[in-house]
Nanobody
Framework: QVQLVESGGGLVQAGGSLRLSCASS????????MAWFRQAPGKEREFVAG????????RYDDLLKGRFTISRHNPRNTVYLQMNTLNPEDTAVYFC?????????????????????WGQGTQVTVSA
């Protein structure tokens, strides 16, 4: 069974940093695009960042202004999201998602509907 398990969320003051991790199992990790989405209370789930199969290609929400970095470590079947200079508007549940299997090149999707597997989410709360 495919499982995605997020960790690393918590409470942080504005201006601080967090690194989220997503550990996967039950899938051939290198065949999947991976992504992070977030959902604030009362809001729709939105794309944060995505990464290709071997980590060369990445894609970000333009509004994040370079504060977030996605990476993956394939030997550990793990994808990360480094979040810097956090502000209260970043408060949300952050979800890890997998899109695939991918056997030929295609663009990293920003749409919720394109992703096949989801984690349960990890809460990130940024205080003023």
């Amino acid at each position: 069974q495919v499982q995605l398990v997020e960790s690393g969320g918590g409470l942080v003051q504005a201006g601080g940093s967090l690194r989220l991790s997503c550990a996967s199992s039950g899938l051939t990790f290198t065949n999947y695009h991976m992504a992070w989405f977030r959902q604030a209370p009362g809001k729709e789930r939105e794309f944060v960042a995505g990464i290709g199969r071997i980590g060369v290609n990445t894609r970000y929400d333009d509004l994040l202004k370079g504060r977030f970095t996605i990476s993956r470590h394939n030997p550990r079947n793990t994808v990360y999201l480094q979040m810097n200079t956090l502000n209260p508007e970043d408060t949300a549940v952050y979800f890890c998602a997998a899109d695939g299997p991918v056997y030929m090149f295609r663009d990293i999707s920003t749409g919720v509907r394109e992703y096949d597997y989801w984690g349960q989410g990890t809460q990130v709360t940024v205080s003023a």
